[in-house]
Every structure is written in structure tokens, then in C-alpha cells.
């Protein structure tokens, strides 16, 4: 397939990138759709109070299903790479510790329960739908398969598992409208969600590379997983705070049924964060190559893949904004519309998730990790301090002001340090389409 020409950028370089990325951006856009259409479909069913009831624990339970993993996915890829004689004794060891974590995290998800009834004001959710979606974090230790994949360069086997995993799960969710099932059976629909992809992942794994019975437990390489792991851990309990605080402090402020609204707010906006990962991922051994062996073109690399971030980025959010009443008087109830206006801010941090995902590959090329980990713990202090202060004013209105806000801070706190400043001032540059009308008119 041939890319339409986009004057400005570097055609070659275009087809190169979206070739690369092939697999994983078919399986993410059939699950986006897929989920989105389902998604639209549910929330009418259910209604606003208790599309919220459904959307709170899966936001809840985010932070502990993230310390869960241990970072462990990641980190798991890249020693498969290094040394993939070691696969059996890597897969098995990394499975041990994920179920462990899995386990781990159910009493914690209990103790925090307790603690948010206690101390702030108490959630309409019942603990049971909470601790349902919680034993995703136990389900979820079985997709440490596709570090496998990833490290094989199979990402096919991932597509066909995604794909499929969803369209059985919208069957799924479908009947149960059709049906008339009450709220408790779409919760376990979700859960069991995860079930579906587990068995997918472990079905190929078993198909297409070797028997489970072969996966063996190393004390040695336990420890040295754990050991250099945990900052991706840490990373991921930041980031999912960072995604999904606004909503439980929505649910919080202003109940349920606010919830419900912002919660198809939230999907239909986030519906595109997984373009820049897509991207970036598929980039990054050229711009490592270029760091190695020219300083320039490697410069020149991460500005073009900024321009590019901003220019899809920012017609995603112009479309959106326009669009947006439109869409919700089409695909909504009523008492979902006053999700629109809300939609046509929370899209423009799209910008900054954007552009934040291709920084974040130059921070990691550079080897600053700990500048990536500030920043992100910066966004999410600041989205809370803003949500406390903009939701009880503006409802949740308020708590897109704060998402977009938060989301620019954490992007651009590389400006104010010293030596990642030149990267925030191309970001700039790209923000404000300088790079792209010097590129326009060079042509």
C-alpha cells in the first residue's frame, strides 16, 4: 500500500515508518473500533449513573493492576532479545512473579476500598465490582507471552489475539444488551475480557513456538528481573495515575452519573493515543542508529517526528472539536450530551500525549530516565491539585481543563532543564507548525 503524498514531510521516511508499524496499528485500529461501537452501545443501554458504576473500578483498580506487573513486560522483551537461549527460564520466571504480584495486589485493592470509604467521600460502587475487575491483575501475568512476540518480531500473532479477543468480546456484550442483563454481568464481560486475550496469547505461543511444560522458574534470574524492573514499575503506577485520577476524583466530586458522562469523554479522546506509540516504537532504532553515527541527521530525525506528532495530533483535535455535537446528538442519549462541549477540550490534550511520546524516546536514547519518571510524577501531582480545584467549580468540565493542563506542563517541563531545553524549544517549534511551513516553502 502507497502512502498519499503529505508535502512537508519526507515521503520515503513516511512509508517506512507506517510499513514497520503495519501489524500493530491494524490490530489497535480493529480493536478501537470495535470497542468504541460496543462502547457507544452500552453506555446507552445502561444509562449515565450506571455507565459510571462500570467505568469506576476499571479506573481504581488501574494503579494496582500496574504494580502488579513489576514492570515486568517491558524489561522481559529487551532480555529476551539479549539472550533469547534463555526464553524458557525468562517467560516462566517472569509468570511466577506476575501471578504473585496479581495475588498480591487483591488486598490491596480491599485495603484501599476501605480507605477511600472511610476518609473521602464514599464511591456508589459496590466493593464487588471492584474486586472483580481487580482479578484482571491475576489474568493479565499470562500476557507476558507477547514480550515474545514483540521480541521476535511476530507482532502479527498479537494483531490476530487483539482482534479477535474483541470481536468475541463485543458478541459478548452485545447478547448481554440483547438479553437485558443487569449491570454485575457486564462487569465480569470486562474481566473476562482479559481471559479471552490470555488464552489467545498462550494459544499462539503454544502454536508457534513451544510447549508451556518447558517454562521454568530461575531463583537467580528472578532477582536480577526485579532488580532492574522496578522503575518501569514505578513509571507505569505514575502513569495510570497520571490517566486516570480525573475520574475517580469525578465520581468523587460529583457522583456516578457524572462519571458516566465524562468516562465517553475520555474514550472517544484517548481512542487515538495509540497512533504516537505505534509510531515512535516503530522509529526508534532509526533515531538510535542516527545517534550513533550522525549527530546531525539524528537532530534532524526527532524534529520530523515531532512535526509529525503535531500535524496528526492536531487534526484530530480541530475534526473533533467541530464535530464532536454532532456526534453526541447522533450516537447518544440525551442525557449524555453535555459531553460535547467537554470532548472539544479534553481532545486537545491529545497534542501533548502526542508530542509527550516522542520526547519520551529521546529522553530514553539519552538515557535520562529519571527526567522521564519527574515529569510524569510532575503531570499527575498538578492533575490532582487542578482537579481538586476545577471539578467542585466547573464539574467535569473542570476536570478536562485540568487534563489538558496537567498534560502541557508534563510534556514542556523539559524547557526549564538545562539539558533537555533544546528539545523543548523543537517541540515549540513543531507546536507552533514553524518546522512545517519552512518545510513547505523549501518546497
Known sequence: MKLPHIKGFDQDALQKYFKNTGWLILARVGSLLIKVVVGFAIANYLGKDQNGLLNY???????????????????????????????????????????????????????????????????????????????????????????????????????????????????????????????????????????????????????????????????????????????????????????????????????????GIYSTVVQLSESWYFIPVAIVTSVFPAIMNAKRDDPERYQKRLQNMYDLMVWMSLSIAIATTFLSPLAYRIIYKEEFWSGAHVLSVHVWAGIFVFLGSASGQYLIAEGYTKISLIRTAVGAILNIVLNIYLIPKYGIMGAAIATLAAYFVATFLILIIPKTNRQGLMMLKSLFLVTLFQKIIKR
Not at 481504581?60 to 493492576?65: D, G, L, Q, R, T
Not at 491483575?137 to 474483541?166: E, L
Not at 532492574?228 to 460529583?254: C, E, G, R
Open 57 to 259: 473500578p476499571q479506573a481504581f483498580v488501574a494503579f494496582f493492576i500496574a504494580a502488579a506487573a513489576l514492570g515486568l513486560d517491558g524489561f522481559t522483551t529487551r532480555e529476551l532479545l539479549k539472550h533469547p537461549e534463555k526464553r524458557d527460564e525468562l517467560l516462566g520466571t517472569s509468570l511466577r512473579l506476575k501471578l504473585i504480584g496479581g495475588l498480591g495486589a487483591m488486598p490491596l485493592i480491599y485495603l484501599g476500598y476501605l480507605i477511600n470509604q472511610s476518609f473521602f467521600t464514599p464511591t456508589q460502587t459496590p466493593l464487588s465490582y471492584i474486586l472483580i475487575i481487580g482479578l484482571s491483575g491475576i489474568t493479565q501475568a499470562f500476557y507476558i507471552t507477547d514480550s515474545y512476540f514483540q521480541a521476535t518480531v511476530q507482532a502479527k500473532y498479537v494483531t490476530f489475539t487483539q482482534v479477535f479477543g474483541n470481536i468475541f468480546s463485543a458478541i459478548i456484550k452485545l447478547l448481554l444488551i440483547l438479553n437485558h442483563a443487569e449491570l454485575i454481568w457486564f462487569v465480569w464481560a470486562i474481566f473476562f475480557d482479559t481471559v479471552i486475550l490470555a488464552f489467545g496469547y498462550l494459544y499462539f505461543y503454544q502454536k508457534k513456538a513451544a510447549g508451556l511444560s518447558k517454562w521454568r522458574y530461575d531463583k537467580s534470574i528472578a532477582k536480577h528481573l526485579l532488580s532492574n524492573s522496578w522503575p518501569l514499575a514505578f513509571s507505569a503506577i505514575l502513569v495510570s495515575l497520571y490517566m486516570k485520577i480525573d475520574q475517580l476524583m469525578v465520581d468523587n466530586y460529583l457522583g456516578s452519573g457524572e462519571l
